[in-house]
T-cell receptor
Framework: QKEVEQNSGPLSVPEGAIASLNCTYS??????FFWYRQYSGKSPELIMF????GDKEDGRFTAQLNKASQYVSLLIRDSQPSDSATYLC????????????FGSGTRLQVQP | EAGVAQSPRYKIIEKRQSVAFWCNPI?????LYWYQQILGQGPKLLIQ????????DSQLPKDRFSAERLKGVDSTLKIQPAKLEDSAVYLC????????????FGSGTRLTVV
């Protein structure tokens, strides 16, 4: 079982819609959760992080965490063509030591 | 603040040759990471440094890969000899602490082994 799993996509949504990206993780000891965006040919850039169960909002982005279900998601409201990218979920099992473990990413396509 | 600097940006070598990548982290960032990202996959950790000490190198293929971080600042990742399957983007990242708030990636080095 992979430590961090994501659907590879592509996930296609029309402009202005809500895009929902999902991620599951295997280790119940995981402490913190990150979403990175990666444009083609570019390096990953941090969008959001979340530590506690529930929702965390930042502009058009909302991260949702459910530790009991080992599930984290990213919602993008009012999707724009510029949001088209691969979204990487990353998990930190032990914030004191372990580096981030990344999923393989979900490719998002926002259709104009 | 200046970002994470990496060089070279691209490198093409023949199999069995050697290659080295360089990384300069954000000033003051104690933790430095090297990740390997194969096309279509997520980044995979190769090695993590805290200052100039190794924290985690469990996924580093030590028979061919080596890395060092002299004086707790710049770092070099070396591959010798390279194999075809080493073709990937090598990403360097740094963080102020051990990654509690995520970290910043450099632009990466795209390696092609032919």
């Amino acid at each position: 079982q992979k430590e961090v799993e994501q659907n590879s996509g592509p996930l296609s949504v029309p402009e202005g819609a809500i895009a929902s990206l999902n991620c599951t993780y295997s280790d119940r000891g995981s402490q913190s959760f990150f979403w990175y965006r990666q444009y083609s040919g570019k390096s990953p850039e941090l969008i959001m992080f979340i530590y506690s169960n529930g929702d965390k909002e930042d502009g058009r982005f909302t991260a949702q965490l459910n530790k009991a279900s080992q599930y984290v998601s990213l919602l993008i409201r009012d999707s724009q063509p510029s949001d088209s990218a691969t979204y990487l979920c990353a998990v930190n099992i032990d914030t004191g030591r372990r580096a981030l473990t990344f999923g393989s990413g979900t490719r998002l396509q926002v259709q104009p | 603040e200046a970002g994470v600097a990496q060089s070279p940006r691209y490198k093409i070598i023949e199999k069995r040759q050697s290659v080295a990548f360089w990384c300069n982290p954000i000033s003051g960032h104690a933790t430095l990471y090297w990740y390997q990202q194969i096309l279509g996959q997520g980044p995979k950790l190769l090695i993590q440094f805290q200052n100039n000490g190794v924290v985690d190198d469990s996924q580093l293929p030590k028979d061919r890969f080596s890395a060092e971080r002299l004086k707790g600042v710049d770092s070099t990742l070396k591959i010798q000899p390279a194999k075809l399957e080493d073709s990937a983007v090598y990403l360097c990242a740094s963080s102020l602490d051990q990654g509690s708030y995520g970290y910043t990636f450099g632009s990466g080095t795209r390696l092609t082994v032919v």
